[in-house]
């Protein structure tokens, strides 16, 4: 009777890892996800000097103004590149 209750517990153990490993692996990004964001406008949340973040298709990254030059809360930028995770942005024009 308590093998069968190990072995009951076991599965239902197993089961649930299993399911925390497929949702996991679902839920995964693309590696190539960034290229998609070249060129989107994105919003400045937190100042770039030259570091920073930005919010662009409703997620936060990590991002660095490309020329270097400090880049103001709430600014409008385009997304020009990567270095590794990090986005490198320009300042949009002003209409």
Request: no cysteine; proline share 4%.
């Given at each position: 009777m308590q093998i069968l209750l190990l072995i009951g517990i076991l599965a239902v153990i197993t089961g649930l890892a299993t399911l925390v490993v497929v949702a996991l692996y679902l839920h995964k990004k693309g590696a190539a996800g960034d290229i998609n964001l070249i060129?989107?406008?994105?919003?400045?949340?937190?100042?770039?000097?030259?570091?920073?973040?930005?919010?662009?298709?409703?997620?936060?990254w990590r991002a660095k103004s490309k020329s270097g030059?400090?880049?103001?809360?709430?600014?409008?930028?385009?997304?020009?590149?990567?270095?590794?995770?990090?986005?490198?942005?320009?300042?949009c024009e002003q209409l």
């Open positions: 060129g989107e406008i994105a919003e400045v949340q937190k100042q770039l000097d030259p570091e920073g973040t930005v919010i662009v298709g409703g997620e936060l030059a400090p880049i103001s809360t709430n600014a409008r930028v385009r997304v020009v590149g990567f270095e590794g995770h990090l986005a490198l942005v320009e300042l």
